[in-house]
């Protein structure tokens, strides 16, 4: 086996949705070497790739292909949350499910972030199957598809004629306007495969003589001389070297990125000094304010059998109404995450626009040990009660005349107490590190991504979204990514 590899002009760190569009879009000049370190598991082709299968979550206890952390919800609502930890990342394992931020998300990042600015790229990113218009793209690395009505598994077709009886309008295209409504999920699905950005973007790289992929190889830690970005310190294997680079792009994911910034100095001082490790620069901004989308269950059982079918991904419809979006999950999470010990079925009631924020801070200064992460869940009245209307609108979907014969609630209770017996999380965890001018004293990147007060270190993943969009974030992750490729390219 060749040595490890000691320099190279940019290392990407993490290659999960972002690190692996980074890692392909960077090593497209010849002239530049890359070298992408993914903590977790790799392969080498599609043909090897372990989770291919989008009609499961593959992070049950004792996967090997994600990471779990115990978190606090809410006060007093303890609960864990997973990451992927595998080549490709969270999108490796995640439900397939890729819908845009929509135009009046953008309205909160910085000005050059604007959906205007941003629509080219998502367009260039897709290779949409059953759209061709202005706002689409249909040459792009990510395919993009939805189930058609035939094919729906019981639950969502009777959840999609209760909606509409409701009253609720149809949105053919979640990709669209944004307007809400219900329609049919966009999937990244191609061929009955979960296609990740490892299989859309970095595994056809993977032959360029400058683009190195190593594979559980562990970042822990960033090196600085004063001000400026140098390399990294990585372990793999049991041992542990330097890489010196140029240039690091963090792409470790939400969670990660600001551990590691923290680890290697970068960070609110005060809580780097209560961990005994030396600051390079006071950030408080590093892992302070993440947004993500609480989500509230709704169990239901199944009078007689409901045929799920054989292409029907996790989620396969959705029902977008205010600031909520509900979700018939097409199989109960015992089958969709094994283990996880959930045999009923679920509607799932997400904040897709909510106004708690948490933080993650470290437990000390160790890479082995845990980050402690508290979301703050339904702290605010406002979240309780959009929460408790979504209690209210599920319910009366499971009790309409198209679903209530085939189902019955297992909670029938709106209420605070409810929403709190019954709370969840999206997994869509963004905003630890966030993007901002220079005004904004929580920004920890400027608006192309690079670290403010550093030399040489970026940020490509989710991290640096200023709020969760209200939409899940796998296609804005990828977005943020090509545009951060290209900044660097420029
Ligand atoms: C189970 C699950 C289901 C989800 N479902 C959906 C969905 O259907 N639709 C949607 O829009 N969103 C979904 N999400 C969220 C979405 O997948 C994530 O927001 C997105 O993938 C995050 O991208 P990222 O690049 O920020 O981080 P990630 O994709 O998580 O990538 C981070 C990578 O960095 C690696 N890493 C971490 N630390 C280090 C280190 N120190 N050294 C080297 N490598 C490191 C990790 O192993 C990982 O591969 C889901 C998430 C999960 C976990």
């Not at 979550?57 to 990471?67: D, I, K, N, T």
């Not at 952390?69 to 992927?84: C, D, I, T």
């Not at 595998?86 to 953008?106: I, M, Q």
């Not at 294997?237 to 792409?251: D, I, M």
Request: glycine share 12%; net charge negative.
């Amino acid at each position: 086996m060749a040595d490890p590899i000691r320099a190279a002009d940019v290392v990407v760190v993490g290659g999960g949705s972002s690190g692996c569009v980074v890692a392909a879009r960077l090593s497209e000049d010849p002239g530049r070497s890359v070298l992408l370190l993914e903590s977790g598991p790799g392969y080498r082709s599609a043909l090897d790739c372990p989770v291919l299968d989008y009609r499961t979550l593959p992070v049950g206890p004792g996967s090997a292909f994600a990471q779990t952390y115990g978190v606090e919800l809410a006060p007093s609502v303890p609960s864990a949350m997973v990451r992927g930890h595998v080549l490709g990342g969270s999108g490796a394992v995640n439900g397939a499910y890729f819908v845009r931020g929509t135009e009046a998300d953008f309205r909160h990042w910085p000005a050059s972030w604007s959906y205007g600015n941003v629509l080219p790229t998502f367009r260039a990113l897709e290779r949409d199957a059953d759209f061709d218009d202005p706002r689409h793209g249909t040459t792009g690395p990510m395919p993009v598809r939805r189930q058609p009505a035939e094919q729906l598994s019981e639950i969502s077709a009777a959840f999609r004629a209760a909606a509409l009886g409701a009253g609720h309008p149809e949105e053919p295209d979640k990709n669209g306007a944004g307007t809400g409504g219900i329609g049919p999920v966009p999937l990244n699905v191609d061929g009955g495969r979960r296609v990740s950005t490892a299989l859309a973007y970095l595994l056809p790289a993977s032959e360029r003589p400058n683009l190195t992929i190593e594979a559980n190889s562990d970042v822990v830690r960033i090196l600085f001389s004063g001000h400026e970005t140098v390399g990294v310190e990585v372990e793999s294997g049991g041992t542990r070297r330097t890489v010196r680079a140029g240039r690091v792009v963090l792409a470790a994911g939400p969670v990660e990125t600001p551990v590691l910034l923290m680890l290697s100095g970068i960070g609110p001082a005060e809580h780097l000094r209560d961990n005994d490790i030396d600051v390079v620069l006071d950030v408080p901004g590093v892992g302070t304010g993440f947004s993500d989308h609480p989500e509230v269950a709704l169990p239901y059982r199944v009078r007689d059998t409901l045929r799920r079918s054989d292409t029907s991904p996790v989620v396969e419809t959705v029902l977008n109404v205010d600031d909520l979006e509900i979700r018939p999950y097409t199989a109960p999470f015992d089958l969709l995450v094994p283990g996880s010990g959930q045999p009923d079925p679920v509607l799932g009631i997400g904040l897709m626009v909510t106004e708690s924020r948490g933080d993650i801070r470290l437990t000390s200064g160790h890479r082995r040990d845990r980050p402690r992460i508290e979301y703050r869940y339904a702290q605010s009245a406002a979240d309780r009660r959009a929460l408790r209307e979504g209690q209210a609108i599920a319910l009366d979907l499971l009790r309409s005349r198209e679903l209530g014969p085939l189902v019955r609630p297992l909670s029938v209770e709106v209420s605070d107490r409810s929403v709190l017996a019954h709370l969840g999380t999206s997994l869509h965890l963004c905003g630890s590190c966030r993007m901002g001018g220079r005004a904004d004293a929580g920004a920890v990147v400027d608006e192309r991504c690079n670290v403010r007060g550093m030399e040489g270190l970026t940020i490509a993943d989710t991290s640096v979204f200023p709020v969760v969009p209200s939409r899940g974030p796998h296609a804005t992750a990828v977005m943020v990514a090509e545009r951060v490729s290209t900044f660097l390219g420029e």
